[in-house]
């Protein structure tokens, strides 16, 4: 409508509106006033009117033939104003305006030590060089337990082999050998050898002692010390430095190693807090230059050695430069505890590092875009020590110096580093060339990154304003965690209904919260207690926790508690002047000391601040001292003006609104960079109770207080993302802005009176009357629930990979009694089973991480725990007693290793599963593990290791095991194991099952199959099967091996006491040969292998289907195996009954003793009756990666001079005596079916002979396991005592040796076996080889040998070095030409 010229003074409809609306009584007065100019305005008008009609006629035709547009709707007068003519009482002053403070710059009063300057020098001209691995490094020194003890610990209780620590009170001159190294390799900085030095680390070795930590501190800071001054004395212009290694520890404050509780810590951040403090005591007191918080893996543990080292510098009124490294643990870019590496430095930027970095888990190439990202966001120095490539298949590292600078010119090509160095697998070599490396780049720029809120939860939250439109970056703080803010929320906290309270958390995420307001604060609540356990929980719930939190109390001491819970970078809500100036110094510096931003409400010691002036004023001075003398971060500092509630009916109230947003502006103005919040819900609690009109007082006041630039406040997330402001109702909007901005005096009472007739449910922008039907123009929002629209199994499995748990139960009861599945257990097995795969398959991929699987464990754990009463009643039914969990899970790091974290999440992830799960802790002694399995009744034994020589220690335990009789399966994992470790290192020396498990989501599967008895062996054979493939590939791929001398191979072996019970000889029952003529074939049948002879027809089950006899179910080959199988057994019958082959046996047993690498074997019982011939052996000496010994057979024999007389024996066996002639008939009638299968029927009985042959010598014969009992099966998997190797296999690769039997035994007289010229036998169908009975004996692999063994082998066979090159080919590591 056009503006009315009614007067001069520029009255128009808007203001005349207003004036009717603030004074009716002197509005009507002006109208009456008008009665007589208005009188003969009608008569005109009606004189008028009657020529009105026709004129209008006419001039609608003259348009229409002039072609123009028909008139426009009336213009809107609003449409013509600006925003500060429509709503003066907030527009922007334009004069009048004090001057923007100056504020001086805080100067951190704490002096700096001179490295701070030296090392921004150096890194500014060249990049500086860390040193590499000390684990690593010690590694190579192969030291042994006394080494660790020395005379200090000689009486410790404990093992202390793999405390590393230790070593500089040990054995000083092995760590500082290493330090000097890295420092002759060009290394500027080395670290100290004090990786788990704290209180908490070293409890695992019982050495949690102040004295002991304090000393392995000072000693290993002076140590590292010394060495640098050494070398900067040799070379002044490149100054080396020490730097205080401070770790991680070996337990998370963010995730729960209870399933039952995730809200569980197994210890508190204060604890973390005391045990960094006294290590960083220690070190500074030995005289490190710099300190180095390293590999982190969750951040709150970074940020509690943060918070302890700079409590530290205040008591000791000093500080030295801080470098801070996390550690990215896979392709998802995250921290074990699930943030990303911008979100990493957003929670520990407060602390103020001289430099940032990542470490170990990834190789250089990996880790590149990691760095990049830092890079760019971070504005200090920035460093990486990646690892020497990826570990390989045994879990040592590959890659050379010179391969991984290669990798890191990356690095230094894209302007990345200040500083490089090496993890794990690096060594000298590494740094000398990454120091080359380094020498030919510039280092990085440091630059300055834009002044931005930078907040975290497991995302960054970089808050960048949009200064044209601040409703459009508004921050969202979600209110319903607030117990003042919901009352859902404060019930469900009362009731300790805490999943309760997380589903809302989760629901105001879902809806639009970008940070979760959380508070405690009521009288029926303890605080503290209730905001440490529901900050643990948000922290375990991923899709909660990606958001920042706002920890809100009006007590100090709750605020802390919930900052102790966060890896993130919180708000802290609030601080204020109330309680004085002194005190909010105090509590800023706290909040300061913990990385959080702050609220600051406006309180001082006059009270609360409510007019504009008031607001200003305490802001300000709030500020100036924030900045001037805490030295906070303009960035962080959040005012909360106080949104006081309008509306009540109380003159003095209505212009709060009014107040609150010029203050607001004012506020930023005079305080630059600072940030305004707010409670909006406050700011109508009189209309609590009319939806309508509560929220379109909220919208309203956002859009103003926003244009004035409030940046975030304390809201309903979906409301107000639903209620657009443009979209309110309008003459709800009149209403509700007359008041909001105190437009008229009777607005209240207006305001209450139009609320009456709303319907009270309804919304502000889809507003009714009382009485009126709800519309349908609303469109429906989609609430993320599609998927409840699929099959109940779907929805299960979408559940799990979710980790959504609001449905399980319902879904799982659905499973349960539609009739689709016949059991609880196909259930477990179907879609349960089909999501946890899922899952494991996306963390694998690096597209899920560690919370979200625990997460989803524990859905798969509610659905368990609903079947189980079912289950249970089904087996009571039954009458079957057996226990109703999945079984019992033995769980432990072995000995040696301290690390836990990986171990536990398989504990809570099969804990979810239903599995009885026994975690008997690290550095678990054999004999601890083997006890316990035992005394629990062990289903499965998991073993879980770190660091490389754990690798050792889990095969250790594998050949106790075979030792003990046990035959449950062995499950490996950890960072360090691999597929290929457990197929070559642990598959041959436990025959009970051995599985290697790739990570915690995998775990599940592999102990369900295992503990379903009709699944087992045929998993373990298929597993068996796959690990003989990778063990050919492994030993036929170790070309580029190093070699011991055979002298230092011979120097590794410690022979057993042959003297003692354990091992002394067993004589066998006779001395010479014995033929066994004629063995019935019928005894021989059950010793065949079956397993064999379907592959000589190339079939072949698919898993589960794998072998004997589950082949005959398999789809494809089943029926056809079967069918084959039955004819060969009636082949079997006919060789039997007709006697159409011979079995014929040979056994000897002869006195002998080993003299070096040979076996000389006598003439009669004993040396005395002089030597009759020799075996000759081949040592290993390929170099092996641990302390194993270099073995050659003649180890298992008692040497000469140690006067104990020991037995060899040996044995050939056929069942071909007979096949030429039953082949030649098959052959003459053209049936080559049959002959093969006669060929390989005698194959088939050989091996079943020898397998019967050394059962008889085992319990009879020789005797020395009378009392053995296996089965068939049993003796296929090797499961007794003693070995029988044959000449031109792994344990003895030449058959020449063959030839010593054959004159020894004369075998071709005795039973018909002959050698032909190239040591064959013939018939072919027979089996031969040596036995070896001591308790020492085992199978092993001569592998690749050196020039050196083979000319004193040669020698000692008084053969020509030619002609054994020739029959030892396939095992030389050197070219023959």
Not at 110 to 134: N, Q, T, W, Y
Not at 576 to 602: E, I, N, P, R, T
Not at 1029 to 1047: H, N
Request: aromatic residues 8%; glycine residues 8%; proline residues 4%.
């Amino acid at each position: 409508m056009a503006k009315l010229p009614l007067v001069s003074a520029k009255v128009n409809y808007q203001k005349a509106l207003n004036l009717m609306k603030r004074d009716p009584q002197k509005a009507t007065l002006y109208i009456l006033g008008l009665a007589p100019a208005i009188l003969l305005l009608a008569i005109v008008l009606a004189a008028m009117a009657v020529l009105s009609i026709p004129v209008g006629i006419l001039g609608s035709y003259a348009l229409k033939a002039m072609n123009l547009r028909d008139w426009e709707e009336p213009i809107d007068p609003e449409a013509e104003m600006t925003y500060e003519e429509k709503y003066p009482q907030i527009a922007a002053k334009t004069s009048g305006l004090s001057a923007v403070p100056t504020y001086k710059k805080w100067v951190d009063p704490l002096p700096k030590s001179d490295a701070f300057a030296v090392i921004d020098k150096i890194m500014s001209e060249r990049v500086m060089i860390i040193d590499g691995a000390m684990g690593t490094s010690v590694q190579a020194y192969k030291l042994k337990e006394e080494d660790f003890r020395a005379e200090r610990y000689k009486d410790h209780e404990n093992d202390l082999k793999g405390n590393n620590d230790i070593l500089v009170l040990t054995r000083p001159d092995v760590i500082k050998e290493i330090h000097s190294a890295y420092l002759a390799a060009g290394a500027d900085i080395i670290e100290t050898n004090t990786f788990n030095a704290t209180m908490i680390s070293q409890a695992d070795y019982a050495l949690d002692r102040k004295q002991d930590v304090w000393d392995i501190n000072v000693a290993a800071a002076k140590l590292a010390k010394e060495c640098c001054v050494e070398f900067t004395k040799k070379d002044p212009s490149k100054p080396r430095f020490a730097a205080g290694a401070i770790g991680p520890t070996n337990r998370t404050l963010s995730v729960s190693p209870s399933v039952e509780n995730p809200a569980f810590r197994a210890c508190t951040f204060d604890e973390i807090v005391e045990a960094y403090y006294e290590q960083t005591e220690a070190l500074i007191e030995g005289g490190v230059d710099v300190l180095l918080v390293e590999t982190i893996f969750d951040t709150l543990n970074a940020k509690a050695a943060l918070f302890a080292v700079n409590k530290y510098f205040a008591n000791w009124g000093k500080k030295i430069p801080v470098f801070v490294s996390g550690t990215i643990v896979d392709n998802s870019g995250r921290t074990l505890s699930g943030q990303t590496n911008e979100a990493f430095w957003n929670s520990v930027s407060h602390a103020k590092p001289i430099a940032i970095g990542l470490n170990c888990a990834l190789g250089a190439q990996d880790m590149v875009p990691y760095i990049d990202n830092l890079s760019k966001c971070a504005d200090c120095w920035v460093f990486a020590y990646p690892n020497a490539g990826l570990p390989n298949a045994m879990g040592g590292y590959d890659q050379k110096g010179p391969e991984m600078a290669k990798d890191c010119e990356t690095f230094f090509e894209k302007n990345l580093l200040n500083a490089i160095g090496g993890c794990c697998g690096t060594t000298a070599e590494h740094i000398a060339s990454l120091a080359e490396l380094g020498a030919r780049y510039k280092p990085r720029q440091r630059h300055d990154v834009p002044e931005q809120m930078r907040l975290s939860g497991l995302l960054p939250f970089n808050y960048d304003p949009n200064e044209k439109d601040m409703r459009k970056s508004f921050i969202n703080l979600g209110e319903r965690c607030n117990v003042a803010g919901s009352s859902i929320f404060k019930k469900a906290i009362v009731d300790g209904n805490f999943e309760k309270a997380l589903a809302i958390a989760l629901k105001q995420v879902e809806n639009g919260a970008h940070v979760i307001d959380i508070n405690m604060d009521d009288g029926l609540i303890d605080g503290k207690s209730a905001m440490t356990k529901f900050v643990n929980l948000l922290v375990s719930e991923p899709d909660a926790s990606k958001v920042p939190f706002m920890i809100d109390s009006s007590k100090f001491d709750v605020v802390e508690a919930g900052l102790k819970c966060s890896q993130g970078k919180c708000i802290m809500n609030s601080i204020s002047l109330k309680a004085g100036q002194d005190q909010f110094l105090k509590d800023a510096a706290l909040v300061k000391a913990h990385g959080a931003a702050v609220v600051v409400m406006a309180f001082d010691e006059e009270g609360q601040a409510a007019t504009e002036a008031e607001k200003v004023r305490i802001c300000c001075r709030a500020f100036k001292l924030l900045v001037e003398e805490v030295g906070f971060n303009p960035q962080d500092i959040i005012f909360d003006p106080n949104i006081l509630t309008i509306g009540t009916g109380m003159e003095e109230h209505n212009n709060y609104a009014v107040d609150f947003i010029n203050a607001t502006r004012e506020i930023k103005r005079l305080c630059p960079g600072c940030k305004i919040s707010g409670g909006v819900s406050n700011l109508a609690f009189s209309f609590r109770g009319n939806e309508p009109v509560r929220r379109g007082f909220h919208s309203a006041f956002l859009y103003h207080a926003c244009k004035a630039g409030m940046d975030m406040g304390i809201v309903n997330a979906a409301q107000v993302e639903e209620d657009v402001y443009e979209n309110i109702d309008k003459e709800l909007l009149e209403y509700i802005e007359d008041v909001l901005l105190n437009r008229c005096s009777n607005a209240t009472e207006r305001m209450l009176q139009f609320a009456a007739t709303l319907d009270p449910k309804s919304g502000p922008c889809n507003l009714r009357r009382k009485g009126q039907a709800a519309g349908g123009a609303a469109k429906k929002k989609d609430n993320g629930k599609a998927w409840r629209n699929e099959k109940v199994g779907k929805r299960l499995e979408y559940a799990l990979v979710h980790g959504i748990d609001e449905f399980c139960i319902a879904d799982t009861e659905e499973c349960r009694t539609s009739g689709s599945f016949a059991s609880c257990l196909e259930i477990i097995e179907g879609p349960l089973m089909d999501g946890m795969n899922v899952v494991g398959d996306l963390f694998g991929a690096g597209k899920m991480f560690l919370p979200q699987v625990i997460k989803s464990a524990r859905v798969m754990k509610k659905s368990v725990g609903h079947l189980l009463p079912f289950m249970q009643a089904a087996k009571d039914a039954a009458g079957d007693t057996s226990s109703s969990s999945a079984g019992t899970f033995l769980i432990a790091t072995v000995k040696g290793d301290v690390h836990d974290i990986g171990k536990n999440i398989v504990a809570v992830v099969l804990g979810c599963n239903n599995f009885k799960v026994i975690d008997i802790g690290v550095m678990c002694p054999c004999q601890t593990i083997l006890d316990a399995v035992k005394e629990n009744n062990a289903d499965i034994l998991g073993l879980s290791g770190l660091i490389t020589p754990s690798l050792d220690e889990m095969v250790t335990v594998g050949k106790e095991m075979e030792k003990a009789g046990l035959k449950i399966p062995l499950l490996i994992g950890g960072a360090t194991t691999s597929k290929m470790h457990t197929a070559v290192k642990m598959a041959p020396v436990y025959s009970g099952g051995v599985v290697h498990v790739l990570d915690a989501s995998r775990a599940v599967p592999v102990a369900q199959t295992l503990m379903d008895m009709t699944k087992r062996p045929e998993f373990l054979d298929d597993i068996k099967e796959t690990y003989e493939e990778m063990r050919e590939e492994f030993f036929a791929g170790l070309e580029d091996r190093k070699y011991l001398s055979l002298a230092k191979a011979r120097e590794s072996v410690t022979l057993p006491d042959f003297s003692s019970a354990e091992h002394k000889p067993v004589k066998p029952k006779f001395l010479g040969t014995k033929a066994l003529k004629d063995v019935p074939i019928a005894d021989v049948i059950p010793y065949i292998d079956w397993n064999p002879f379907f592959q000589v027809w190339q079939l072949r089950g698919r898993y589960p289907n794998r072998g004997y006899p589950k082949i005959f179910n398999d789809e494809n080959v089943g029926m056809e195996a079967k069918k084959l199988f039955d004819e060969a057994n009636a082949m079997l019958d006919q060789m039997k009954n007709q006697k159409q082959l011979t079995l014929n046996g040979l056994l000897a047993f002869y006195a002998c003793n080993a003299v070096g690498d040979d076996i000389e074997v006598y003439n009669g019982e004993d040396a005395a009756s002089g030597k009759r011939c020799s075996f000759h052996t081949i040592r290993q000496q390929a170099e092996k990666d641990t302390e194993e010994p270099y073995m050659a057979l003649s180890d298992f024999i008692a040497p000469k001079d140690s006067n104990v007389t020991d037995y060899l024996g040996m044995f050939v066996c056929t069942a071909g005596l007979g096949l030429d002639k039953l082949t030649q008939s098959f052959k003459k009638n053209n049936d080559d079916y049959s002959y093969i299968m006669a060929e390989a029927l005698a194959d088939r009985l050989a091996e079943a002979f020898a397998e019967l042959l050394h059962a008889q010598v085992r319990k009879d014969h020789w005797g020395y396991a009378p009392d053995e009992s296996l089965n068939a099966d049993d003796l296929l998997k090797v499961k007794y005592q003693g070995i029988r190797p044959a000449p031109g296999y792994p344990s003895q690769p030449d058959h020449t040796e063959k030839a010593t039997m054959w004159d020894l035994m004369k075998c071709k007289e005795e039973i018909g076996v002959e050698l032909t010229e190239s040591f064959a036998m013939l018939p072919a169908a027979s089996v031969s080889g040596l036995y070896f009975g001591g308790k020492s004996a085992e199978y092993f692999n001569v592998g690749k040998i050196e020039k050196d063994q083979v000319e004193e082998y040669a020698s000692r066979k008084g053969m020509d070095v030619a002609t054994v090159e020739k029959w030892l080919g396939q095992n030389l590591a050197y070219h023959v030409e």
